[in-house]
């Protein structure tokens, strides 16, 4: 970025107050509030503005006719809806989806990431069993159904002012959701479900487990328990309600079920392990128009160390990626890993129509008032998340995800339902970028949540966890920052906590995206 300074009292230097993206971009970033009469000095001569520009929002420095495309990173965010003049501000009034389709190449582009130099990475974790590594050692209450939330509920919190006998043990979880009766196993929805619920069971920051059921439920807690995929060192109690007698006895001796397990969790002890042994979950929310520019390519750069050093990091959101999937179809390790994104995003396309919508009804209304107009728009700012790194793999929701390297996994654009499969994939830390201030949280993989711009910030500090806007700042460059964030998952993942757990934060983000037919 060019600071530039200020050339008189009326003229300011275009450099100092927007940013390019790319050199033939019609528009640019504005980085501070430009009223309209602001004029600013640029190379062809003096642009005036013409209508008040927000911070985050663009500023067009070139003529566009109506239809014509509109280009920010490089790449077409929509056309004109109307003719745009230099000075105008582009946004919802002027911009519209362009709906040419981008030609996919398919494995075309492929990126040897520097190796890393010096010692391997290590962070403090804890070995299990199977040789995987979790980053908090918890005890999860595995609902079969709704009809026993509230139980789980009672049990967890009966348990947790215990907890502080137990150091070593990070809490007691009640993974909550609105199924499991009424739906057949066998479905779509059902088997979603299932996966989710297994992939929790199955991940290595739960120590101990307590299925709990209802008894008459159609997911029944006999068989998730007959096959959970748990690890061999994983304690696992189950009970149902009815069997027991009530809610009453169902809690005292769910409460007994979990006190069993918490000397034997709290004996555990984290040990040195290498950072290939990390598994990184990338999602955004709460998305502006600094996302694309600041976190989002800085957190792709921490994400690029972590696939280097041999570990697992995979983006989510495929409603966020629509529109700029031909960033990653050309960088997939093979054609096949390319068509199967392009199958989620054409399943998509008939999961919205079927729904009454359409992939481009987004941006939300917090998105335009930080600045993002198209889905294009936000998509192309989404993707850099996930670094340079090849396409490794293509994951349905909630699978295990397995494959070394940046992988994508398929899920909705609302945080909760995307973050909880990907943690039910095997996240074992999560990195949240937000421009708009997002508070989510999650368990039992902790949150780092990255804020896009210092305004925000330093009005929510205590729910961030770094602050990514001094990149536009000018006080840090987007590879200082990526380094700083890699750091700090590398601290985290040793135990240190993050915001959202301090607040304690993530039992209710646990989300299982639920579809399908309910009888």
Request: glycine share 12%; with cysteine.
């Amino acid at each position: 970025m060019t600071t530039g300074r200020a050339l008189t009292a009326d003229l300011l230097d275009l450099d100092r107050c927007t940013l390019r993206l790319a050199a033939a971009d019609e528009v640019v970033v504005a980085i501070r509030d430009l009223p309209a009469g602001t004029r600013l000095s640029t190379p062809e001569g003096v642009l005036t503005v013409a209508t008040d520009v927000p911070r985050g929002h663009k500023l067009a420095v070139r003529d566009v006719p109506a239809g014509g495309q509109v280009h920010k990173y490089g790449q077409s965010i929509g056309r004109a809806t109307a003719d745009i003049a230099a000075g105008e501000h582009v946004h919802v009034q002027n911009l519209g989806m362009d709906s040419g389709a981008d030609a996919h190449e398919l494995a075309t582009v492929h990126t040897t990431l520097p190796a890393p130099t010096g010692p391997v990475r290590t962070f403090q974790g804890y070995r299990r069993a199977d040789g995987k590594v979790g980053t908090r050692n918890y005890v999860g209450i595995l609902t079969s159904v709704n009809c026993s939330a509230s139980t789980a509920r009672m049990i967890a919190d009966r348990v947790t002012p215990l907890l502080a006998q137990y150091p070593h043990v990070d809490g007691v979880m009640a993974l909550t959701h609105q199924s499991g009766c009424g739906m057949i196993p066998a479905s779509t929805g059902g088997g979603v479900l299932q996966r989710t619920l297994h992939g929790y069971a199955a991940h290595p920051n739960f120590g101990g487990l307590l299925v709990l059921g209802l008894g008459c439920e159609m997911i029944q807690v006999q068989s998730i328990v007959d096959t959970l995929p748990v690890l061999s060192d994983t304690l696992v109690e189950s009970l149902a309600i009815q069997e027991q007698g009530g809610i009453r006895a169902t809690v005292e001796a769910g409460v007994a079920a979990v006190v069993r397990m918490l000397p034997l969790l709290d004996a555990r002890r984290r040990e040195p392990a290498p950072v290939s042994e990390l598994v990184l979950g990338l999602n955004c929310g709460g998305s502006d128009g600094y996302s694309g520019i600041t976190a989002n390519p800085a957190l792709g750069h921490a994400s690029d160390l972590l696939v280097a050093a041999g570990g697992i990091s995979v983006l989510g959101e495929t409603p966020e990626v629509y529109g700029a999937e031909h960033l990653l179809t050309r960088r997939a390790v093979s054609e096949d890993v390319a068509r199967a994104l392009l199958e989620r995003i054409d399943w998509w396309k008939t999961y919205a129509e079927e729904g009454g919508g359409s992939l481009d009804n987004n941006p939300s209304p917090g998105n335009k008032a930080g600045g993002l107009t198209t889905i294009l728009e936000k998509s192309l700012g989404a993707v850099a998340k996930a670094g340079h790194a090849d396409l490794s793999a293509v994951y349905q929701y909630a699978e295990p995800m397995t494959t070394r390297g940046m992988g994508f996994m398929d899920t909705p654009g609302y945080d909760p339902v995307s973050v909880t499969g990907l943690v039910a994939g095997g996240a074992t830390v999560v990195c949240f970028t937000t421009g708009r201030g997002s508070v989510l949280g999650t368990r039992p993989a902790p949150t780092l949540k990255l804020a896009t711009n210092t305004e925000m910030y330093q009005r929510m500090s205590e729910d961030m966890d770094l602050n990514c806007g001094r990149i536009v700042d000018g006080t840090a460059s987007v590879a200082q920052v990526g380094e700083e964030i890699f750091e700090r998952i590398i601290a985290v993942a040793s135990g240190e906590r993050t915001a959202s757990e301090e607040l304690g934060l993530g039992q209710d983000e646990f989300v299982p995206w639920q579809f399908g037919t309910v009888t």
